[in-house]
C-alpha cells in the first residue's frame, strides 16, 4: 500500500542548540523566518551558516526537512546524506531518512536507518513508530506488534499509533482488535468518524477507507449507511 503522510511520523527538526550562540540565534531567525511563509529566506540563512559552521547538521535537517515539504524528496535525501557525514550517530537524522525513503516507496533501503535510530534512541516514541509502520510496509507486521503495543501505552494520545496498530492486527487476521484500535483513533481524529456504525464521511483519507473495506471484508465492521437523498 503506497505511504500516506497524513498516518505516518512527521520527518523531525531538532531544536537550536545552545553551545553556540551565533549557531542558536541564526538557527532560531531561520525557524522564525519559515514559520512566516518565508522559507526562500529561511533557507538562504541556513546556507549562510553552513558557509561558516558546515557540521551544523541542524541546518542540514532544516534544509532537507524543507524541500521535503516543497515535494523535492530526492534533494531532501541528499541534503540528509551531507548531515550524516557530519554526525553518523545521530538518531533524527537517521529517522528522517527512514521516513523519507518509505515515503518514496523504498522500505527495504528505510529499515536500516530505521533500525538504526531506534539503536541510537530506544525510548523516542517517533523513531520507534517510524521503524514500526517500515516493518509494516515490508509485511512484517508481527516485529511492528510489539514496538506499537509499547506505543500505544506510552504515547496512547497519537492517532497514527493507533492507525498503525489496527493495521498491524489486522494484517495479522485479528479483526476485532483492529477494529477497536482503529476506534481509539477515530476519537482522536474525525477522519476515521465513519468506524463508528452509520457514520459514513466525504471526508475520509484513502487509508482510512482502505482499512474500513478490509474490516468490512472480515465481518469487523458493518457497511455503511446509504445517504439518504434530498427531496
Known amino acids: 500500500m503506497p505511504v500516506n503522510p497524513t498516518d505516518s511520523p512527521a520527518l523531525q527538526l531538532a531544536p537550536a542548540p545552545l553551545v553556540n550562540e551565533a549557531l542558536r540565534l541564526g538557527l532560531a531567525q531561520a525557524d522564525a523566518l519559515a514559520a512566516a511563509g518565508q522559507r526562500v529566506a529561511a533557507s538562504r540563512v541556513c546556507r549562510e551558516l553552513l558557509d561558516d559552521y ?34 553518523p550517530g545521530n538518531a533524527l537524522l537517521h529517522a528522517n531518512l527512514c521516513e523519507l525513503l518509505r515515503r518514496a516507496e523504498l522500505p527495504e533501503q528505510a529499515l ?8 541510537l534512541s530506544p525510548a ?4 520507534n513508530l517510524n521503524l514500526a509502520c517500515t516493518l509494516l510496509d515490508l509485511g512484517r507486521a508481527q516485529d511492528a506488534l510489539p514496538r506499537l503495543e509499547w506505543l500505544g501505552s506510552a504515547d496512547g494520545g497519537n492517532a497514527k499509533v493507533w492507525f498503525s496498530l489496527g493495521r498491524a492486527l489486522l494484517d495479522l487476521g485479528r479483526p476485532g482488535e483492529a477494529h477497536a484500535a482503529l476506534q481509539r483513533r477515530a476519537a482522536l481524529e474525525s477522519d476515521l468518524a465513519h468506524w463508528a456504525p452509520g457514520q459514513p464521511r466525504d471526508t475520509d483519507s484513502p487509508a482510512a477507507a482502505a482499512y474500513a473495506a478490509r474490516l468490512r471484508a472480515e465481518g469487523a465492521l458493518p457497511p455503511p449507511r446509504k445517504k439518504s437523498r434530498r427531496r
Open 54 to 87: 558546515p557540521a551544523c547538521t541542524d541546518a542540514w535537517t532544516r534544509l532537507a526537512v524543507w524541500a521535503a515539504e516543497r515535494g523535492n524528496a530526492l534533494k531532501a535525501h541528499a541534503l540528509l546524506q551531507q548531515a550524516l557525514v557530519h554526525d
Open 124 to 127: 523516542d516514541p517517533v523513531v
Open 112 to 119: 536500516p536507518h530505521g533500525e538504526r535510530a531506534a539503536a
